[in-house]
């Protein structure tokens, strides 16, 4: 039975609409149409009649197959049908063969339910054209239609299918064979597609698809069972089918799908219509998809409407997920034995990134009752030019780099629900992060937020002592970390662009009184309120008199803080410890209203021109040796090596660290560790004057001794 019939199986499969692409994929057929073969081959036509097939959880009925040119007599055409292997599939040659009428029935129970999920495929003139070696160049049919019944009943129609070079005898071979080690996948099939899509879902909802068009397929053989196997234990046995799906998804590529032009109908006086231009599924290969992705949604309904120009899932991967049901389902002991769940850390796929361009929603309140408090035609608008989040260097569920930019969010919420609220101002802001594994540090790059007309605020630093068990040790292990984790060192930068003369207009609004005359009277209580929250140390005073001073004359502040030793837990200062302990423990610099000053961002070192080019390279030299200096840390109490320690490095044009090595060893772990960390917390470094216009980066070579710090001069 692994064999039956497969050659049929293939036509009518191929050709499934969207809601059977699963049974497609899952026996790995294809519809396909057939060549035209040379004269100088065999060449006899015959035809079978009342043909039935069952296989699995489907049956399939023929009332009629023509074949035209055949290269094999009756009888082998006969002996192929029963048992269509790849050897024999790939000594057929025909011009044609054409199906009139196919219909396709398959049944699956429900779990937990009397009745079983039902679905009937009738197919109309599929044509195979052009079969060389079992490999048609071409299967199309008119259009199909089918009738769903289950839990939620459907019945759909299409157009013109197509699909073309579709392989027969790859596809018994890969149906019915156990994979080789190190085998790779076949092509199934090539470009393929379906016109004029329409569903009908519970009698009253419609749903129009203009065409789908689909990449070629490919796929090896399954590893721990055959792909018929498979298919039969979906029929009856879905939890041990489960078992298979990690080998299954790691089996099949494709290269990617379209569907173009939905729209909805929902019979619903307050919904008024929907559509999408483009649903695109990127290319799948090895449990990963490329991308998964909408373009020009738009939703209207009597309440308002969402618009969006595109949304896109990135590097969407599905390894971890499958493997842990996998794991999960062959495990299961059919006793009745229980079994784990897998740690939640190590079954969450895995995303790659977002993107979202022109958010456009529009909300109403206008059919709310008068006890919501809402005023009637109340309106509240979201707009938004884009958002991109990207996410890498995972450990188990945790991304441990992240980058999110929000760029131009604009929230207008009418000011009769909330008054003097800042209306449509937009709204950016950046997130970066990064942990270090090797020197145990997550650095803030970024972050910030900026908004028109208002200002901007910055933050910049780096957490010290993070380990690997912060993101996959156990609850208590993850305690204990974010218990021990310490504030390095810490920038804030704010630049007032006019939050501060708007929040003295409200202050004053509600006090009755004017902005500058509250101005005055909070200048005289100001600078003693911040004395004592902060405590009379230097470290205190120097930042109370910037921040009066920032107050008193609203343009830039800025606030640096560094810590020596490291061991101010970031516990202590989100829960609120004093503010005059906190400031002893570090080397504090307070600057407002500086020409100099600006918004932090991931590139943060200062420029000088200089038209020598040696007083360039020397001003280089130097600030990478200031800002290199800041961050080179002794690893212990343990006498210092005389050796020294060599570490090469690579930066690019803006000077981003590429790359580091060690690649002259003090003989001390710890001191070669402590080098290459001083190299990567002082990322980025201040970028090179000048660079060969052709070169990506450049290679530097820094020479550290714990003994002695004059001799450590980066060199090309």
């Not at 309904?301 to 062959?330: C, M, N, R, Y």
């Not at 784990?340 to 969450?348: F, G």
């Not at 208002?454 to 933050?459: D, E, I, R, V």
Request: aromatic residues 6%; charged residues 20%; hydrophobic residues 40%.
């Amino acid at each position: 039975m692994k064999r039956r019939y497969a050659v049929i199986l293939s036509l009518a499969l191929i050709a499934a609409a969207p809601d059977t692409a699963r049974l497609t994929a899952a026996f790995g057929l294809s519809t396909a149409s057939l060549g035209w073969i040379s004269s100088a081959q065999a060449a006899e036509d015959m035809v079978f009649e009342n043909l039935t097939v069952a296989f699995g959880p489907a049956e399939i009925k023929i009332p009629r197959i023509a074949v035209a040119g055949s290269s094999l007599s009756r009888s082998e055409v006969e002996a192929l049908l029963k048992a269509p292997t790849a050897d024999a599939l790939a000594r057929l040659n025909a011009a044609s063969i054409v199906i009139p009428e196919l219909d396709l029935t398959m049944k699956l129970p429900l779990a937990g339910r009397d009745t079983s999920f039902t679905e009937t495929i009738a197919y109309r003139d599929i044509h195979a054209d052009g079969i060389v070696s079992g490999k048609a160049s071409r299967i199309a049919a008119s259009g199909m239609s089918a009738d769903v019944k289950g839990a939620m009943p459907i019945s759909y129609t299409t157009g013109r299918l197509s699909v073309s070079d579709v392989d027969f005898a790859a596809m018994a071979y890969v149906a019915t064979a156990k994979a080789q080690p190190g085998e790779a996948p076949r092509q199934l099939s090539g470009p393929a597609s379906i016109k004029a899509i329409r569903y009908k879902v519970l009698e009253n909802i419609k749903l129009d698809i203009g065409r789908i068009d689909a990449g070629a397929v490919k796929m090896r053989p399954l590893t721990r069972a055959s792909l018929s196997d498979l298919v039969r234990l979906l029929a009856g046995d879905v939890p041990a089918a489960a078992g298979y799906l990690a080998d299954f998804y790691s089996a099949f590529a494709a290269d990617g799908m379209t569907i173009s032009e939905l729209s909805i109908k929902v019979p619903d006086s307050s919904f008024r219509n929907a559509s999408l231009k483009r649903f695109r599924i990127g290319a799948i290969a090895n449990s990963r998809i490329e991308g998964l992705g909408v373009e020009e949604l738009e939703v209207n309904t009597a309440q308002g409407h969402v618009k969006l120009d595109q949304a896109t899932l990135l590097g969407f991967d599905l390894q971890p997920f499958l493997g842990s049901l996998s794991e999960i389902a062959w495990k299961i002991d059919t006793g009745g034995t229980a079994v784990a769940l897998p740690d939640w850390r190590t079954a969450i796929p895995h995303l790659g990134g977002l993107q979202l361009r022109g958010l456009d929603v529009v909300a109403s309140a206008h059919d709310l009752s008068e006890r919501s408090g809402v005023p009637p035609h109340s309106t509240t608008s979201i707009r938004l030019a884009g958002y991109d989040l990207k996410l890498g260097n995972y450990v188990g569920a945790i991304p441990t780099r992240i980058r999110s930019d929000l760029r131009d969010l604009n929230i207008a919420v009418d000011p009769t629900l909330i008054p003097k609220v800042a209306i449509a101002r937009p709204l950016s802001n950046t997130i970066d992060l990064a942990w270090n594994e090797n020197c145990k540090f997550i650095a803030m790059n970024e972050v910030s937020v900026r908004a028109t007309d208002l200002g901007t605020f910055s933050l910049k630093g780096m957490l010290e002592k993070v380990p690997r068990e912060l993101f996959d040790g156990t609850d208590a292990e993850i305690t204990s970390a974010a218990y021990g984790i310490t504030l390095g060192e810490a920038t804030l930068r704010l630049e007032d662009g006019g939050l501060v003369e708007h929040l003295l207009t409200l202050m004053a609004e509600r006090e009755s009184t004017t902005p500058d005359k509250l101005r005055a009277q909070l200048s005289g209580q100001q600078e003693g309120s911040l004395s004592q929250i902060l405590g009379e140390s230097d470290q205190a005073k120097a930042v109370t008199k910037a921040i009066a001073s920032f107050l008193a004359k609203p343009q830039n502040l800025s606030i640096s803080l560094k810590s020596e030793d490291g061991d101010v837990r970031l516990t202590d200062i989100i829960a609120g410890a004093d503010p005059k302990d906190i400031f002893e423990n570090f080397d504090v610099n307070a600057i407002t209203n500086s020409p100099a000053a600006g918004p932090i961002t991931s590139q943060d070192a200062p420029q000088e021109t200089f038209k020598d080019p040696r007083q360039a390279q020397s001003a280089w030299i130097k600030a990478m040796v200031a800002r290199l200096s800041e961050h080179k840390r002794y690893p212990g109490d343990r006498p210092a090596p005389s050796g020294e320690i060599r570490i090469e490095f690579s930066i690019d044009h803006d000077g981003h660290l590429v790359s580091t090595a060690v690649r002259q060893s003090s003989g001390d772990p710890a001191f070669d560790t402590a080098a290459q960390c001083m190299v990567e917390r002082s990322n980025p470094l201040p970028p090179p004057p000048s660079m060969d216009p052709d070169a990506k980066v450049v290679r530097l070579t820094l020479p550290v001794n714990f003994r002695d710090h004059s001799n450590m001069i980066p060199s090309r």
